[in-house]
């Protein structure tokens, strides 16, 4: 059936073949970096956005084809900067392709709770802070 997205575990999904930037997101704030996309896209800037379902095993190949591809890379993920998204591409990076990898999440400090939403605007996941980033 066409309406499903074919998921396999250790590759990543791009969505779109935009070449300002990459944004690799995991989690919830995979639809935060589609939204961002959506809305660069009516300003003429074209990035691709990779679904990160699964860290483990990293998709080495993906994240060099875009490190190649693309202007900017980008990391975003409701999860410490520390050990988790970001630190996984830098390594496939620093072993593979040495280039710059922005990484947004939550840096080191005790979380807080509150509505999903919140959250995420609280601690800069949103599409406004991912196209802050890019630009």
């Given at each position: 059936n066409d309406i499903f997205q074919k998921f396999e575990f250790g590759k990543m999904i791009q969505?779109?073949?935009g070449t300002a930037a990459t944004v690799f997101a995991t989690g919830v704030v995979v639809q935060e970096a589609i939204k961002a996309k959506e809305e660069l896209e009516t300003k003429g800037i074209n990035i691709r956005v990779v679904d990160v379902h699964t860290i483990k095993p990293i998709d080495k190949d993906m994240i060099i084809k875009c490190a190649k591809e693309t202007e900017k890379l980008i990391s975003i993920e409701d999860h410490s900067v520390i050990g988790g998204l970001g630190t996984a591409i830098s390594e496939v990076?620093?072993?593979?392709?040495?280039?710059?990898?922005?990484?947004?999440?939550?840096?080191?400090?005790?979380?807080?709770s509150g509505k999903a939403q919140d959250l995420l605007e609280y601690y800069g996941l949103t599409k406004d802070s991912i196209i802050e980033k890019i630009m």
């Open positions: 969505i779109g073949e990076l620093i072993d593979s392709c040495p280039t710059k990898l922005i990484k947004m999440g939550i840096n080191d400090t005790f979380g807080q």
